[in-house]
Each structure stands twice: as structure tokens, then as C-alpha cells.
């Protein structure tokens, strides 16, 4: 990609300071975008790229997320990327944990979109990090799947809201990647070598994703390169889902 392909667009991203946002942001600053990254922990956030504009901000926390929109200016893309993992099965997922995964996985990223809406200009892309776990089932990951399917028809019902300005929106939906999130919940497993091969067998390509690969994608989604794709949920799981497991 031409190296100032992103100069002069504003872009907003959220999950920054770890994993899939990090590299995203990366990428893009190196491609000349100007980014506001946010997330909740600051001192993340400036570990991903130390001068650039950072802000501490619950995507959850509706009035937070409103005041915050109120003082920002002129957008040209949103990367809705921030959300959590907790696993269970419907019966066993008391109410705190299902609240949970909506918050932060639909309702965060559907504040976002509903203040920060205005600010985008005619021509903008959004992007949104849905799962894997959306489009199919995944046992033991109920709230976070239902959550997750939510997000990628809030990025349908965007991309028909904004379509006549022009602004495209679109979900990727990752299988597993190793970021924190992954990467955490495998440490705490009884045979964490034995629970990531296993991961690693569902997909024909037999490995999980790198951060980087996802970010190439939502450059892709975020730039000029893609201007007639709106409306997509697309799958990036090394082929997992056209496969039945062995
Ligand atoms: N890794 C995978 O296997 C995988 C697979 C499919 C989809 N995904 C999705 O990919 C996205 C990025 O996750 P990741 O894998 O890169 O994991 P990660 O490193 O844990 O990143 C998640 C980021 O979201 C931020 N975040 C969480 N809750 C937030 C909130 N309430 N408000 C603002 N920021 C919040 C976190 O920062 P703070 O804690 O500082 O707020 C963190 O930087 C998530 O939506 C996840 O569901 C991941």
C-alpha cells in the first residue's frame, strides 16, 4: 500500500492498547493516518504508539461516550474494535456474565456509532471486530457468540443507515488470534500446550491467526482499495468455517 495513503484522514480506533487494535493502529500511523486511540488504560495506549492522541474512555459507559463525542471533531473512519471474552453455556452463565459480554462486546460499540455518527464525514469506512463465534456456534462461549452476532448486525443496519453519505461499514470476524485475550484464557486451561493445538486442528491452514493478519484486512476495509464493499461480515479464521471439525 502507498505509504501516505491514510494522510490527512482522522481515524478512530478503540481496543488500541493490546492485540488486533495495536497492530491496526500501528499499520495505519505508518501509513500516514492521524489516529485517536482509545481504550481504558492509558499507560496501554501509549505503549502502542507513545505521541499520538490517546483517550481513556469506557465504550460502555453511555454518558462518557456522549460527552467525549461532543468535543471531538471531523472523523473519516472508525475501527469499533474493543471487546471481552468470557466463556460459559447459557445455563451456566449467570446475568452479570451475560450483561457483560453485551456491554462490551454490542453495547459499547453501538454508543460509539450512535454519538459519534455525526462526526463522521461523507466518504468515511467504518470497521467492526465481530467473531468467528457469531457466525457459528463455538461450545461453551453462549453470551459472548450472542453478543457478538448482535455486532455484526449492527454493522449491517450502519451500512444501510449510512450509505447514502457515502460511508461504508463492515465487520471482520476473526478466529482465534493470539492476542491477550486468547492467550490468557489458554494459561488458564489444565493443558494449555494441549487446548492451542487443539485450536490450532479446526482450521485446515492448522495454526491461529496473528494480529497483524486482521489489521492487513481492516486497512484494507478502512482505505480507498475497497470502496464498493459495505454490508459484509467477513470470516478470517483460516478456513475454519468451511470445514467440519476432525
Ligand atoms: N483474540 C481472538 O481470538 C479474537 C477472536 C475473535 C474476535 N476477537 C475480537 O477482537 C477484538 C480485539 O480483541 P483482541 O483479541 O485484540 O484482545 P485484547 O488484546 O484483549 O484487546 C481488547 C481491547 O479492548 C479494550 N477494551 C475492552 N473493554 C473495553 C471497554 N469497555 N472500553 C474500551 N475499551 C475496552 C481493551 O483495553 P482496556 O482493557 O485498556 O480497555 C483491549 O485493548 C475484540 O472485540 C475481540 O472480541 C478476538
Redesign the pocket.
Known sequence: MNKGIFEGRQILI????????RATARKLHSLGAELIL????LD?LKETLPKVQAIS????DQSAVEKFANQCGPLDGLFL?????EAGSVEKSDLAIFNRMID??LL?PWNMAHFLGPNLQEGSSVVL?G??VGIRVVPLQAAYGVAKAGLHMLAQYLAQEWGHRQIRVNAVA????A????LDRIEETLEPEETLNNLKRVNPLHRIGQ?EEIASLVVYLLGPESLWLSGAVIPFDGGAGAVQPN
Open positions: 478503540t481496543g488500541a492498547g493490546s492485540g488486533i487494535g482509545v481504550g481504558r488504560r496501554k474512555l469506557d465504550h460502555s474494535n474493543a471487546g471481552s471474552f462490551q462486546n459499547g471486530t467473531s468467528n476473526p478466529g482465534p488470534v492476542t491477550d485475550m486468547l494480529s
